[in-house]
T-cell receptor
Framework: NAGVMQNPRHLVRRRGQEARLRCSPMKGHSHVYWYRQLPEEGLKFMVYLQKENIIDESGMPKERFSAEFPKEGPSILRIQQVVRGDSAAYFC????????????FGSGTQLSVL | KQEVTQIPAALSVPEGENLVLNCSFTDSAIYNLQWFRQDPGKGLTSLLLIQSSQREQTSGRLNASLDKSSGRSTLYIAASQPGDSATYLCAGVTTSGTYKYIFGTGTRLKVLA
């Protein structure tokens, strides 16, 4: 059973471009979470999704950011018109349906905005 | 809004020492709590999960406890080794709101050989 897969591992974008980050949860996991980590800081919650539903997006900026978890395929975190302040490590985590289970993390995508 | 504080922010100890990492939540109504380890440039690895009906969990040299009345958790590492050097993060889910983990800022641990 492969772990949580994130790609790309590193992503470089120029200001104004779009960034698409992908996350494939562990097999059998239907809950996906996205977190952002700035250098020397903890993880900040962004969004919680289940298949085809956004459960909680309270941590996601209102503009330029969006997330989806379609019925088929990976979860996507999309950042439009990136700015330098978007540079960070973005982590995806997944868990099974039962909420008494551990959270499993991917290796993250390091986004650098030039 | 839930805030999580971890003390100390950084710790450097000689090999073999027993040590305690602390974590406190402003909202003490914790449902589940996890301790994670993060190595530089890597993702997070779950170390211990304290579920809603539990107060303590042990795995090898690690022991985590949760005092729900105060919203405080401790991670105890026995006989520390250089391989334990990493950042340790606690994260909790509260009984209010949606089921999501809120993370502390971490404790950077360095164990000297």
């Amino acid at each position: 059973n492969a772990g949580v897969m994130q790609n790309p591992r590193h992503l470089v974008r120029r200001r104004g471009q779009e960034a698409r980050l992908r996350c494939s949860p562990m097999k059998g996991h239907s809950h996906v979470y996205w977190y952002r980590q700035l250098p020397e800081e903890g993880l900040k919650f962004m969004v919680y999704l289940q298949k085809e539903n956004i459960i909680d997006e309270s941590g996601m900026p209102k503009e330029r950011f969006s997330a989806e978890f379609p019925k088929e395929g990976p979860s996507i975190l999309r950042i439009q018109q990136v700015v330098r302040g978007d540079s960070a490590a973005y982590f995806c985590a997944s868990s099974p349906f039962r909420d008494d289970e551990k959270l499993f993390f991917g290796s993250g995508t390091q986004l650098s905005v030039l | 809004k839930q805030e999580v504080t971890q003390i100390p922010a950084a710790l450097s100890v000689p090999e073999g020492e027993n040590l305690v990492l602390n974590c406190s939540f402003t909202d003490s109504a914790i449902y589940n709590l996890q301790w994670f380890r993060q190595d530089p440039g890597k993702g997070l690895t779950s170390l211990l999960l304290i579920q809603s009906s539990q107060r303590e969990q042990t795995s090898g040299r690690l022991n985590a406890s949760l005092d729900k009345s105060s919203g405080r958790s401790t991670l105890y590492i026995a006989a520390s080794q250089p391989g334990d050097s990493a950042t340790y993060l606690c994260a909790g889910v509260t009984t209010s709101g949606t089921y999501k983990y809120i993370f502390g800022t971490g404790t950077r641990l360095k164990v000297l050989a």
